[in-house]
């Protein structure tokens, strides 16, 4: 469950660009935040995704156009966050699940973003260890002169059908 959610409207930068619509989900914890709420956030994420999703359908097939663009991110504020796979991965991508951590000191209270400051490699071994039934080979060639070598590539030799087609 949710504790609050925040709706902004950022009026379009110069005529003509699109209206952008940003919605905040937020869940304040009392006690470190775990795998659980950190999954039930996700959850409420695809929720409002598919929602917006049906919206925009049901308005195309009217023969609407959309004149805007939408963003949903979700929050999670909490005194401290478990170490985990799940938890260190997103902390270290800072993308559609942020990371907050409060102090209360004196009367004061303080907010401050939390992330583990890992390097890149270190969230490609995460990802690989989140992501540890899709078949990985670590390749020492590098296709690209932008990436590091090491880093995980896809199989090369698995079967057409088996293959996932994006």
Not at 136 to 142: L, P
Not at 162 to 165: A, D, E
């Given at each position: 469950m949710?504790?609050?959610?925040?709706?902004?409207?950022?009026?379009p930068p110069a005529p003509g660009a699109p209206h952008l619509f940003a919605v905040n989900l937020w869940k304040c914890a009392s006690g470190p935040v775990k795998t659980e709420t950190v999954s039930a956030m996700s959850a409420s994420l695809l929720v409002v995704r598919t929602g917006y999703a049906q919206i925009l359908e049901q308005a195309e097939c009217?023969?609407?156009?959309?004149?805007?663009?939408?963003t949903v991110q979700g929050h999670i504020i909490g005194p401290s966050f478990e170490r985990n796979r799940?938890?260190?991965s997103l902390s270290v991508m800072k993308g559609e699940v942020v990371f907050w951590t409060f102090n209360q000191d004196n009367g004061r209270f303080t907010v401050e973003p939390y992330f583990i400051d890992e390097d890149v490699e270190h969230c490609a071994r995460l990802?690989?260890?989140v992501l540890?039934?899709?078949a990985?080979?670590?390749?020492?060639?590098?296709p690209d002169l932008n990436s590091e070598p090491g880093l995980l590539t896809p199989l090369e030799?698995?079967?057409e059908n088996?293959?996932?087609?994006i």
């Open positions: 949710l504790d609050f959610v925040s709706v902004h409207h950022h009026e009217r023969g609407r156009r959309r004149r805007h663009r939408f799940l938890i260190d990802l690989e260890e540890d039934h899709l990985w080979d670590k390749s020492s060639a590098s030799g698995m079967e088996s293959r996932v087609k």
